[in-house]
Nanobody, 122 residues
Framework: QVQLVESGGGLVQAGGSLRLSCAASGSIFSINVMAWYRQAPGNSERELVAAVTSGGSTNYADSVKGRFTISRDNAKNTVYLPMNSLTPEDTAVYYC???????????????WGQGTQVTVSS
């Protein structure tokens, strides 16, 4: 079994900062991409916030460029998302995911965390 556990969400005032973490554990052979998505109140879909490959290549949503920085510790199977200059529009449930292979030679599968709430007050 594979688990992704997020932490670091909470309530912050506009202009403040938070740092999200997500640790993957269980039967893991390799992790390709780790990413953060978010689902804002009233939205039915999750949007990509940021992603990072095992080699360190990153991708960001335009709305967070320059404010959020994704990074990962491959030895710990953990991805981080420091978020600065937060605005009320960043309010959402943030979900971590990982595209990983549980076994050598096995298929790559996507796993999701349970989500962590980020609320930014004006």
């Amino acid at each position: 079994q594979v688990q992704l556990v997020e932490s670091g969400g909470g309530l912050v005032q506009a202009g403040g900062s938070l740092r999200l973490s997500c640790a993957a554990s269980g039967s893991i052979f390799s992790i390709n991409v780790m990413a953060w998505y978010r689902q804002a109140p009233g939205n039915s879909e999750r949007e990509l916030v940021a992603a990072v490959t095992s080699g360190g290549s990153t991708n960001y949503a335009d709305s967070v460029k320059g404010r959020f920085t994704i990074s990962r510790d491959n030895a710990k199977n953990t991805v981080y998302l420091p978020m600065n200059s937060l605005t009320p529009e960043d309010t959402a449930v943030y979900y971590c995911n990982a595209d990983l292979s549980p076994k050598r030679g096995g298929p790559t599968m996507r796993y999701w965390g349970q989500g962590t709430q980020v609320t930014v007050s004006s």
